[in-house]
């Protein structure tokens, strides 16, 4: 079973910026946090992963609080291509536990 | 550097027939893992190789199967299809270790298994 809790869809408009929280409460001292991008009919592709802290890319950022309990997904200045389902994966063998992810929508 | 390959991309079968989809991973990746897709019950992890072993496996039945060559290259096989296989069956490739991130897993585009 997953151990991620994620909401599982949310609406934005183009140009905002969009946070999708993820709860682990049962997250190991080892586990990393992995966030993957999922376009219909394709392959989910990886975002960003990071362990504690912020972590930041081209494309988004990962924010993880001290207790490491939640993550959030920050997307900056979304755009209507950005409509996908965003999957939160913790752990190491774990890691390929999906769970059903949130379904971003961006609305022009 | 190529992607992961998944062949063949469409393909349909009829009840009780089996079908066998083949992964190559992006060369230097050691572990293959596939999962199933549908619309009702989302992306489903079947099992996962490494290194011709199966290390992890989700919850299914006997019929799924699965090997892992010395290549590396990976197949999973379907025995006594039902309707409800019917689904895209995707195939990722990880190195375990890179230096940057830890197992991230590159996807294929799948198969689209359609069960008659």
């Known amino acids: 079973l997953a151990k991620t809790t994620q909401p599982i869809s949310m609406d934005s408009y183009e140009g905002q910026e969009v946070n999708i929280t993820c709860s682990h409460n049962?997250?190991?001292?080892?586990?990393?946090i992995t966030w993957y991008q999922q376009f219909p009919s394709q392959g989910p592709r990886f975002i960003i992963q990071?362990?504690?802290t912020k972590v930041t890319n081209e494309v988004a950022s990962l924010f993880i609080p001290a207790d490491r309990k939640s993550s959030t997904l920050s997307l900056p200045r979304v755009s209507l291509s950005d409509t996908a389902v965003y999957y939160c994966?913790?752990?190491?063998?774990?890691?390929?536990?999906f769970g059903t992810g949130t379904r971003l929508k961006v609305l022009a | 550097k190529a992607g992961v390959t998944q062949t063949p991309r469409y393909l349909i079968k009829t009840r009780g027939q089996q079908v066998t989809l083949s992964c190559s991973p992006i060369?230097?990746?050691?572990?293959v893992s596939w999962y199933q897709q549908t619309p009702g019950q989302g992306l489903q992890f079947l099992f996962e190789?490494?290194?011709?072993?199966?290390?992890n496996k989700g919850n299914f039945p006997g019929r799924f199967s699965g090997r892992q060559f010395s290549n590396s290259r990976s197949e999973m096989n379907v025995s006594t299809l039902e309707l409800g296989d019917s689904a895209l069956y995707l195939c990722?490739?990880?190195?375990?270790?890179?230096?940057?991130?830890?197992?991230?897993?590159?996807f294929g585009e799948g198969s689209r298994l359609t069960v008659l």
């Open positions: 990722a490739s990880s190195l375990e270790y890179s230096g940057a991130y830890t197992g991230e897993l590159f």
């Open positions: 049962n997250i190991a001292t080892n586990d990393y």
């Open positions: 990071g362990y504690k």
């Open positions: 994966l913790v752990g190491d063998m774990d890691k390929y536990i």
């Open positions: 060369s230097g990746h050691r572990s």
């Open positions: 190789y490494f290194s011709e072993t199966q290390r």
